[in-house]
């Protein structure tokens, strides 16, 4: 009995990192957010995140913001002609049932004007507000790199 208590609070430790990369907002749910790290002096930083919307109605992010930076803008990258091209999104939708993955070469949120320089190994809170759902403040982890080091043991929901 002691050891099958054992195995399920072990099982429980393992599993926090990953619950901390986990933020939930009624039927949204945000996996993974995460921002590279920057020079100092560098003005703009990103950030990434994977938006579910389990729900039946379309919601979407309208805004952000962050006490590291002026301001957060929404932007879109696309490839043509073998240029890349960045465009300023009003909102990012997520229709109901879909996954949105806000990640390098496609959609981001810049954050522009930076206070100081984004440090590996910190947390960075970054408030979200959607249309239906509200607002919520989830934590970037700061790290080198293309993807966030959660996306190396497990997958977000698709």
Do not use: C
């Not at 957010?33 to 992010?61: H, Q």
């Not at 006490?67 to 043509?80: D, G, I, L, M, W």
């Amino acid at each position: 009995m002691l050891r099958r208590y054992f195995v399920w609070l072990l099982a429980g430790v393992i599993a926090l990192p990953a619950a901390a990369d986990r933020y939930e907002l009624g039927t949204l749910t945000i996996t993974y957010p995460w921002s590279r790290t920057t020079a100092p002096g560098m003005p703009m930083g990103v950030a990434y995140l994977t938006i579910t919307n389990n729900g039946k109605v379309p919601d979407a992010l309208v805004a952000a913001n962050t006490p590291v930076a002026a301001r957060v803008e929404f932007h879109q990258t696309s490839f043509a002609d073998g240029m890349a091209r960045m465009r300023p999104l009003q909102e990012i939708v997520v229709a109901p049932g879909k996954t949105v993955k806000i990640e390098p070469g496609g959609i981001h949120l810049m954050l522009v004007d930076l206070e100081s320089a984004l440090v590996t190994g910190k947390r960075v809170p970054l408030t979200l507000e959607f249309r239906l759902a509200g607002r919520i403040t989830v934590e970037l982890d700061v790290e080198t790199g293309d993807s966030p080091p959660a996306a190396e043991h497990s997958q977000p929901p698709k």
